[in-house]
């Protein structure tokens, strides 16, 4: 964590921010219906610190969107909704009640969908303010806890990794949808980031980081 100043933490909340209106707006094409955002919570964690601020989400099932993401920056995206959240959003995709008791195929390409959008909404930010190229994998969507993301393989050094955590708010036809999306990466992705957001500080004259 060491790698990331207040200035650092201050630009990629501004990203993040960015990144999760556009996302707002795409998802407002999708449904057909205007989808409000509050402003997202904007977190940079040590992967040690996630359980803390989660809370009891941790060991809850969850609605995921996985998405691995590769480049000068690699890692993983997670997007994650609550289970009545996600039911109230796939609802309004699919124009039928939910009870999210099994995925048909129609609803899982639904939910891939979200993510998609939020995902490559939030990393394109990164990537277009800093100047940096991602190649993303194929999505994965699954109802699962995230207490083995949590937990980590320190043999593996997760330890050492760190986290975007993004809370957020949308609201739909006076419905709120509740999520958060994480961006993990590892310690050669945490340097490279730092760098990438110290060019955009010199650039700008500090003025992202405020």
């Known amino acids: 964590m ?18 999760m209106g556009r996302a707002a707006a795409s998802l407002s094409r999708l449904t057909g219906d205007r989808v409000v955002l509050e402003v997202p919570r904007v977190e940079v964690l040590a992967i040690g610190q996630l359980d803390e601020h989660l809370g ?4 809850q099932e969850v609605c995921t969107v996985l998405q691995m993401f590769e480049g000068e920056v690699a890692g993983d995206a997670i997007l ?17 009640p939910m009870t999210l008791a099994r995925f048909s195929e129609l609803e899982r390409a639904a939910l891939m969908e979200v993510g998609n959008i939020v995902i490559n909404a939030c990393l394109g930010s990164l990537s277009n303010l800093l100047k940096i ?15 083995p993301m949590l ?5 593996n050094g997760d330890r050492s990794r ?49």
């Open 80 to 96: 994650f909704l609550p289970l009545p959240s996600a039911r109230d959003l796939l609802e309004l995709l699919v124009g039928r």
């Open 162 to 210: 760190i986290c975007l955590l993004v809370g957020s708010r949308f609201r739909v036809r006076a419905r709120a949808v509740d999520g958060h999306l994480a961006i993990v990466v590892g310690v050669d992705s945490v340097r490279a980031l730092a760098a990438a957001v110290d060019r955009l500080l010199t650039t700008t004259a500090g003025r992202w980081a405020t």
């Open 151 to 155: 937990q980590g393989n320190d043999d």
């Open 56 to 59: 009891g989400v941790a060991d």
């Open 133 to 147: 190229r991602f190649s993303s994998l194929v999505p994965h969507a699954a109802v699962q806890s995230l207490r």
């Open 2 to 19: 060491t790698e990331f100043s207040a200035s650092h933490k201050g630009a990629l909340a501004k990203m993040m921010s960015l990144g």
